[in-house]
Nanobody
Framework: QVQLVESGGGLVQAGGSLSLSCAASGRTFSTYTIAWFRQPPGKEREFVARISWGGDSTSYADSVKGRFTISRDNAKNTAYLRMNSLKPEDTAVYYC??????????????????WGQGTQVTVSS
C-alpha cells in the first residue's frame, strides 16, 4: 500500500523559511514523480512544484519560483520542499502527491493518485 507522509509545517513570520518532508513507502520510490500542492483557506488545491523520478527535472508554479526548491533523496525514499522568503499568501495546507504510473511527469492535480495527509504552513505578517 502506497503511503505518503508529510512533516515540517508550522508557523513562521513573513520572510522566514521552512522545510517540508514527504516520506514515501509501499513501492519503488525512485520510479515515480513527486509533486507538492497546496490548498489555501477557502480555495482550491493548486500546484506548487514537481520533481521527476530521477531528480533531474523540476517545475515550479510562477508564484513560488525563485523562493521554493524541490528535491528528493531516493536512497531515503523522501522528497523535500525548501521554502524561503515566505509570504502570508503562502499560508495553506501543503500536500505531497505521486501519480499511479511510473515515469510520468504530470502537473494536473487529477493526474495524481496518491496523496499525503497534508501539513499546515502558516505565515504571519
Amino acid at each position: 500500500q502506497v503511503q505518503l507522509v508529510e512533516s515540517g509545517g508550522g508557523l513562521v513570520q513573513a520572510g522566514g523559511s521552512l522545510s517540508l518532508s514527504c516520506a514515501a513507502s509501499g513501492r519503488t520510490f525512485s520510479t515515480y514523480t513527486i509533486a507538492w500542492f497546496r490548498q489555501p483557506p477557502g480555495k482550491e488545491r493548486e500546484f506548487v512544484a514537481r520533481i521527476s523520478w530521477g531528480g533531474d527535472s523540476t517545475s515550479y508554479a510562477d508564484s513560488v519560483k525563485g523562493r521554493f526548491t524541490i528535491s528528493r533523496d531516493n536512497a531515503k525514499n523522501t522528497a523535500y520542499l525548501r521554502m524561503n522568503s515566505l509570504k502570508p499568501e503562502d499560508t495553506a495546507v501543503y500536500y505531497c502527491a505521486s501519480p499511479e504510473v511510473a515515469y510520468l511527469t504530470p502537473i494536473n492535480v487529477r493526474q495524481f493518485r496518491y496523496w499525503g495527509q497534508g501539513t499546515q504552513v502558516t505565515v504571519s505578517s
